[in-house]
């Protein structure tokens, strides 16, 4: 468990640098004259008939961690249950059975980060036409789930721009090509050489969180072994797009989000221990903040 006495990152001669953050760095006190929007837009692109939580969670997880707004475009139904499940969220439904290209990028004119992928129907056509997203995209982007799929047989759709890639150990296999190792050390090796390939910051979510941009590498050890169910990624997503949109680096962006879903985490689990849940987690990302 983490000191509350959250210090700055240190760089150490191999490239690797302290999970220690200092929190005040990125939630600084806010002027007396701070308005809606000052603090990021953000649209979360995904969903289907059959996944809609996973919507919610991360919309919600970006306004716990600070973001103004967060719109979700999706699918008719999922958007629908996405507005149904908190009054705080802003829908804009497509008659599709994916986010269409047009409604995600006319959304993003006046947004300032996207996350994508989250609950998206496996088709080709759903492929299309993420990868159309992605490449019209001009905001920082959190590619997870079914996204991470779509860009792997062309990592140069994301060329240029500013990405955090999200996978799982499984999602890391589609990423690279191969297994995610076993060993630490190999580990740091595997994530380095991904962010690489894709130009990207990646993390690769576990116990722990391993945190790459090709040339520095953290490794986030916060979060509780009750951290089982699912939902989980969608919160990490989430808070890593509303660092994007108040203008952190990727790097950055998933170095907090790692820090505030496992804090969060920990904080849920020493309550509820079996019954936790990731709704039960954003809960407490209030008290992983105030850690600062």
Same mark, same amino acid.
């Given at each position: ?123 080709? %056509?759903?492929? /299309?036409?993420? *990868? !159309?997203?992605?490449? $019209?995209?001009?905001?920082?982007? +959190? #590619?997870?789930?079914? =996204? ?36 630490? %050390?190999?580990? /740091?090796?595997? *994530? !380095?050489?991904?962010? $690489?390939?894709?130009?990207?910051? +990646? #993390?690769?979510?576990? =116990? ?39 203008? /952190? ?44």
């Amino acid at each position: 468990m983490p000191s509350n006495s959250v210090r700055r990152k240190r760089q150490s001669k191999s490239g690797h640098y302290s999970t220690k953050l200092d929190l005040k760095e990125f939630y600084p006190s806010r002027p007396d004259k701070a308005r809606k929007g000052d603090y990021g837009r953000i649209i979360l692109c995904g969903g289907s008939d059959n996944y809609a939580g996973c919507l919610a969670f991360n919309a919600l997880a970006a306004l716990r961690a600070g973001a103004d707004l967060a719109i979700v475009v999706a699918p008719r139904r999922a958007a629908d249950i996405a507005a149904g499940y908190s009054p705080d969220l802003i829908t804009v439904p497509c008659d599709s059975p994916f986010p269409l290209p047009d409604v995600s990028i006319d959304s993003l004119q006046n947004a300032d980060a996207l996350a994508i992928g989250c609950g998206v129907v496996r088709t080709v %056509e759903s492929h /299309k036409a993420l *990868i !159309e997203i992605v490449r $019209k995209c001009e905001t920082p982007i +959190v #590619i997870d789930a079914e =996204a991470l799929h779509a860009i792997a047989p062309d990592p140069g759709c994301v060329s240029g721009k500013k990405v955090l890639l999200t996978p799982n150990a499984g999602e890391f296999q589609v990423l690279a090509g191969e297994p995610w190792p076993s060993n630490l %050390e190999r580990r /740091k090796l595997a *994530i !380095e050489t991904l962010a $690489k390939k894709y130009g990207a910051t +990646v #993390i690769v979510k576990g =116990a722990p969180d391993l945190i790459s941009d090709g040339e520095r590498t953290v490794v986030d050890p916060n979060g509780s072994s009750y951290m089982t169910k699912g939902g989980y990624g969608d919160l990490l997503a989430g808070a890593a797009a509303a660092h994007l949109a108040r203008g /952190k680096s990727p790097f950055d962006s998933a170095r907090i989000a790692a820090f505030l879903v496992g804090r969060a985490g920990e904080l849920a689990a020493s309550e509820l221990g079996e019954s936790t849940l990731a709704s039960d987690v954003l809960r407490y990302f209030a008290s992983a903040i105030r850690s600062r």
